[in-house]
């Protein structure tokens, strides 16, 4: 295992380049334009994850036929193209896959996710232009997910019609959905204002009945409001 934070040494690149036998690296920090730039990653990595600016080549994750767990958390962007590239040839193998803002700009990986990822046990991802109708797709298609997060960006996003299709097309093994406000500017006065109890009741006649972890992140100083009644119907269900 490698780990590293903060701004990235010389010579970093070149090390992780002649490893033979590492399973997981950590990237997590910010890579100077006169530093060099990574030229290849070890094809025995099982976890990847990627925090910060880094300059790396996208086509290298293409070539990682071993990856297990892949988390892209990045500044600069990444081309759709690539990724796409590696679900498609490994993404059979992948059983957690976390994505951020600037991943799939036009909505055009999450199309594909469930046709190339089906054995994902958790998923984190961000549906950019407010369109979670390809959640259906994925969520016929991976059957063995557990757990998943969705960030909200900067479009609307129709939290009651996204926990409807929870509801109605979650795999039977899902257990946690998180639902993340950080990307967006939120107002209390119209986010989770409706009315819970019809979804919870039919979060309560799934079959099997799994009990579900339902969170919500915000770094609103503002916070969300539940309403009386919601909290009242929430106390009901749990």
Known sequence: MITFGGYVPNGLAELVSVQKHI?????????KTTIQPFTKFPNTLTK????????IPWSLISELSNLQELSLSLINEIDDEYLIKFLEINGNNLKELSLYKNI??????????????????????VFPNGDIVPLKG???SCQQLECI??????????ERELLEIVVDFSPKKIYKLSIDLALCNIDPKTTFQWGLRSILERCANRVPCIPLSFII???????????KSNIKIIEEYI
Not at 23 to 31: A, I, R, S, T, V
Not at 149 to 158: D, G, P, Q, T
Not at 217 to 227: D, E, H, K, M, Y
């Open 23 to 31: 399973k997981y690296l950590e990237l997590n920090g910010y890579l």
């Open 48 to 55: 990847l994850r990627i925090v910060g600016c880094f300059r």
């Open 104 to 125: 799939a700009l036009n909505g055009s990986l999450n199309l594909k996710l469930g046709k190339f990822c089906p054995n994902l046990r958790s998923l984190r991802i």
């Open 138 to 140: 994925i969520f016929n």
């Open 149 to 158: 997060e969705i960030l909200r960006s900067l479009f609307f996003l129709e």
């Open 217 to 227: 992140n915000s770094s609103s100083n503002l916070g969300i409001r539940l309403s």
